[in-house]
């Protein structure tokens, strides 16, 4: 490789990681302000729009306040709000995770790649988990 090819490509790699850094921040941010400003005692939390609607959960109903109850270690109440972010945030930590890591180390970078069984299955047991959520509120 040509030395100025491999000044540009880490310069590029020095952005890339740089962007990362920002998004990671973010991301920190985010969570800091879950944690300091719980979405159950404050009401500038956007509301679900499909409940707010249709008055029907959508698989993502409650991740909020789920991530939220996490970030104060409060296991079952998470699992109260949202129990499908609950056991899919390890997944996609680890997703955003590798997706730094090749950001930050890799000349040419490419997002982690999802087996196309993995998201199948990831977008079923969402489907699975509305439907039974959405029918248990009906019987409950």
């Known amino acids: 490789m040509h ?3 491999r000044v540009m490509s880490g310069r590029t ?12 921040g973010v991301a920190l941010a985010v969570a800091g302000v879950l944690y300091r ?6 009401s500038f939390y956007p509301q679900c729009p499909v409940f707010h609607y249709l008055h ?6 409650g991740a909020t306040r789920a991530l939220a109850a996490l970030l ?3 296991w079952e109440a998470a699992l109260q709000y949202n129990a499908l972010v609950v056991v899919l945030l390890p997944f996609v930590m680890v ?3 590798a997706a730094y890591w090749r950001a930050c180390t890799q000349e040419d970078f490419a997002w982690p790649r999802v ?3 993995a998201a199948a299955a990831g977008l079923a047991a969402a489907l699975v988990f509305g439907v039974v959520r959405n029918a248990a509120a009906l019987l409950g």
């Open 72 to 74: 104060h270690l409060r």
């Open 95 to 97: 997703y955003f995770a």
């Open 115 to 117: 087996p196309a069984f």
């Open 3 to 5: 030395w100025e090819s």
């Open 37 to 42: 400003f719980p979405p159950e005692q404050h």
């Open 13 to 24: 790699r020095g952005m890339r990681c740089a962007m990362a850094n920002v998004c990671a």
């Open 56 to 61: 029907v959960l959508c698989p993502g109903c």
